[in-house]
């Protein structure tokens, strides 16, 4: 019989967070604290009112939360800190990430089978970990013929545009990396970027199956960016605004799927073809074309068009949740109680010595935690739609991919103005409308 | 029109007829490193997205089974006589097998034929497992990579039961089988290819009624019912055309005409039907397997008493038989001494490729993998 893995078992589990744990603590007294002795020889400790300011005073003095807090509040505040952290960069790799591992989990249920299971001994939690050290590690290989600053900056281009495709997404009222007022058309300028960075990465691999694939997803991408524009243009007609804020902001009371479910239909289509998901990964097809425009890519350049590929990924679902499904606005947890809490006076660092003068500003509000969650939520609901498919059908073929893209789709992403339309004209919604 | 010469030297590479070509015209290796090639390379010309020319060019697996044979003497010849398709190893003995029978005369007791039929249709449920797992991942479809090849767990269990081997068996003998079969096995069978038919039923939820698998295999690498004759196919190619030609009815061996079956016929000849066909194949398998457990002797011996080297008249005898991929046939020609004085296999993998170019001509690109691995091709077997 074939082996089977064994099957889950909380004493496992616990034996596999403990064994972690062991290490983590191994490895953080016999490196660390060595490290930190070393750097307290040659430092001079500086002394203030009399007093050795050394180490574990300085830390205590950082660490009592009346300073800690504030000083941490004043950081999320900053613009670096939304770019890098939390509506931005880090928050969409993190999702990106957990997307990756759910994405294996799920489709190996799929299919019978257990997909990652031994790396981190908790049902293969550190898998994703290995496969990055492991593509880090590899060497990169260029083409002797390629076009070598154009093939090195593709990869780059790919996540950068992906990352600045996350930084318009209004994640909770309020957290939005740049709420910009034609927020809709930056978007449409975002995705229209793709298909130039793939183009420019099959011609620079002057390579036979990367010039295929490149032709495939422009063909791909150009064909359903119209129909995609089209669909959505039924929400700025009711809305009468790009604003995606503002658009979240007007589904407060319902979302604009129940009336738009066509353009809602025709928008998700659009999206797992932009995102080259299956059934349309065309440009990526193994059994065709090897692996499409990233054949010559090696190493961490691959691991970049993959980290940018799933930012896209997350960024598409949260669109669609911004769009479509209402964004942060949903019922409430719990009852709402404002937090005022206001900081006004500066944070004092260390008494006698240095004062940080901070601005003051609500950080989080219940709003803004209660709004989180339901985007979150929703985001994830649609991720996961975005994700069945590949368990489910084949690959497309090229003719019947633009046959869908240009007959289909447009007329139906039409079928979606028309019923805008009305519902304006007919003065139901939409500016001045009775809902 | 501005002609292009290619170099000199790939002229001369057999299967490699390259002349003036114009630039609008690319010329593709697929493979033999390639994930969608097998052991072997397809050199395609397109023209945009068309097929302008194929010329496949198998041998990169040649292994000169046919010339070891000589060496060898007829028992000895049964391990190494499978390795050209080790999914089926058991239909690929089976000719070699009744074509020993036939020059030393030997008669094979009643229970062996049963194990051998029996055998013979679990490998053949094995082979057409492993090839429609290839063929669901040559479509982008991995559930249906997955599912064939976990299922196929099931066969590869019962034959290791059988046989005590999970892939190369050499459970068939000049005179029979090697060995008897475990005491409880009807049974485990029995309960085994009830679950495997379950489970085949449930692949046309997920792949064989899909709407896009049907979009883009219908009409597709059209083969003829006249082409495919004229062609030579063989196999569930020919059946797919509407031909019903199958070896276990028209040439009955062993106890095929005692058992109650059906061939499977379609008339499309797309390569959605030629898909089909083994998948029913299969289902009409598991049939096959329960009379065959019905109708099977309980006891007696397995095997006639072979002396250490037996010697055939000077003689040949030609036998064949329908394995996984269509008509297997042997021919041994035996000059009076222990070992073959020629062993000629004659692969139906071979046959069906000859098809290839005259499908790939004129289709997409991205017809290449239904059509190449719907002909039910396996490359190991046609370099033998």
Known sequence: ?435 | MSGQVYPKDTQTLPGLQLEKVDDRIMTLNVGPQHPGSGHMRIILKVDGDYIVHCDPDPGYVHRGEEKMAEYRNYITNIPHLERPVIHDSCNILYPYCLGVEELLGLEVPERAKYLRVIAAELNRCVYTEYWLGIYGIFLGHSTMFMWPVGDRELMIDLLDKMTGARVTHAYFVPGGVRNDVPANFEDVCLRQVNYFEKRLKEYADVFYDNPILISRTKDTGVLSREDAIKLGTTGSVLRASGVDFDIRKKEPYDVYEELDFQTNVLKEGDSYARSKIPWLDMLESCNIIRNALKKMPKSGSVRVKLKPKPKGGDTEVYRRVESGRGALGMHIVSDGKPQPYRIKINVPSFRNLIAMPHLLTGEKLGNLPPVYWSLNYWPVEADR
């Not at chain 1, 025709?266 to 080259?276: D, K, M, P, Q, R």
């Open chain 1, 1 to 435: 019989m074939s082996v089977i893995a064994p099957k889950f078992r909380l004493g496992y589990l616990i034996k596999g967070l403990t064994d972690n744990i062991f290490w983590i603590i191994v490895i953080l007294t016999l490196v660390g604290l060595p490290v930190v002795q070393i750097v307290l020889i040659y430092i001079d400790f500086p002394i203030i009112d009399g007093e050795i300011w050394n180490p574990f005073r300085v830390l205590d003095a950082m660490t009592h939360p009346e300073r800690a807090l504030p000083l941490v509040k004043s950081f999320m505040q900053t613009d670096f800190f939304k770019v890098a952290a939390f509506p931005g960069f880090g928050f969409a790799a993190l999702i990106a990430a957990a997307t990756i591992f759910v994405e294996r989990k799920l489709l190996a249920k799929l299919q019978l089978r257990v997909g990652p299971f031994y790396c981190g001994k908790v049902e293969g939690i550190l898998q994703l970990m290995a496969d990055g050290l492991k593509l880090i590690s590899k060497e990169i290989i260029i083409p002797a013929k390629a076009d070598k600053p154009l093939f090195w900056a593709a990869p780059v281009l790919f996540a950068a545009t992906a990352g600045a495709f996350v930084a318009l997404i209004p994640v909770a009222p309020g957290w939005v990396v740049a709420d910009i007022d034609l927020g809709l058309l930056a978007v449409f300028a975002v995705i229209g970027f793709f298909p130039i960075i793939t183009i420019v990465s099959a011609w620079s691999a002057n390579s036979k199956f990367p010039f295929i694939g490149g032709i495939r997803a422009l063909y791909q991408m150009v064909s359903f960016e119209i129909p995609l524009i089209l669909s959505l243009l039924g929400i700025v007609m009711l809305t009468g605004t790009l604003n995606l804020v503002e658009i979240v902001e007007s589904q407060a009371s319902f979302p604009w799927i129940i009336f738009m479910p066509i353009g809602a239909i025709v928008f998700f289509i659009c999206i797992l073809a932009e995102l080259e998901r299956i059934p349309f990964d065309l440009p990526e097809a193994e059994s065709e074309i090897v692996a499409g425009w990233l054949t010559e890519f090696s190493g961490m350049m691959y691991g970049l068009v993959q980290l940018g590929s799933y930012l896209k990924l997350y960024a598409f679902a949260a669109l669609f949740v911004v769009l479509f499904l209402g964004g942060w606005n949903g019922p409430w947890f719990y009852p709402m109680e404002p937090i005022a809490e206001v900081i006004t006076d500066g944070v004092v660092l260390m008494p006698g010595a240095l004062t940080l003068e901070i601005e003051g500003g609500l950080l989080f509000s219940q709003e803004m935690i209660n709004g989180l969650i339901w985007f979150v939520l929703k985001t994830v609901g649609v991720i996961l739609v975005i994700l069945i498919p590949r368990g489910v059908f084949p690959r497309i073929r090229i003719d019947l991919l633009l046959q869908i893209g240009w007959y289909k789709l447009i007329m139906l992403a039409f079928v979606n103005i028309f019923i805008a339309l009305a519902l304006v004209y007919s003065g139901i919604i939409g500016p001045g409308g009775i809902l």
